[in-house]
């Protein structure tokens, strides 16, 4: 088995790569990363609050990919903490818009992966609390 805090470093290493690509996207044109997950574009408003998020998701990844070295830390632990909750709200959104999305099929894959990656850290946050228990 992989060591808790090994396995918390591989998902923060994932969530950086991920976030950091989806954040510049975001920033960079963010309507047409908006076609592609959920089958329409955005307009007005809808692209600064699009660049705002990924100005956000930006952030969250690169505290994902500084953390990764030390995920046990109380920082670390904070950073995954956040990504956490960053997936929970993500996994929910995505999956409560998916019957009237016509870009489903894209909504769907990112709710899964936002549910598997959410499923991972908590299974590696309640293993690093037990193991900084046992100590």
């Known amino acids: 088995m992989v060591n808790r805090t090994v396995w918390l470093g591989r998902i923060l290493t994932?969530?950086?790569?991920?976030?950091i690509g989806v954040g510049v996207g975001l920033l960079?044109?963010?309507s047409t990363l908006a076609v592609l997950l959920l089958g329409s574009p955005l307009t007005?408003?809808?692209?600064?609050?699009?660049?705002?998020?990924?100005g956000g998701l930006l952030a969250l990844g690169i505290a994902c990919w500084?953390?990764?070295?030390t995920p046990t830390t109380p920082a670390g632990?904070?950073?995954s903490r956040a990504f956490l909750a960053y997936n929970l709200v993500?996994?929910?959104?995505?999956a409560?818009?998916?019957?009237?999305?016509?870009?489903?099929?894209a909504a769907l894959g990112g709710s899964v992966l936002?549910?598997?990656l959410a499923a991972a850290l908590l299974t590696a946050l309640l293993g690093s609390g037990r193991a900084h228990a046992e100590r």
Do not use: C
């Not at 409560?96 to 099929?105: F, I, Y």
């Open 14 to 19: 994932v969530g950086a790569v991920l976030e």
């Open 28 to 30: 960079v044109d963010p």
């Open 44 to 54: 007005g408003a809808g692209l600064v609050v699009a660049r705002l998020a990924g």
């Open 66 to 69: 500084y953390a990764r070295g």
């Open 77 to 79: 632990l904070g950073v």
């Open 90 to 94: 993500a996994f929910a959104a995505l």
């Open 96 to 105: 409560l818009a998916l019957p009237p999305l016509p870009g489903g099929l």
């Open 114 to 116: 936002h549910g598997i």
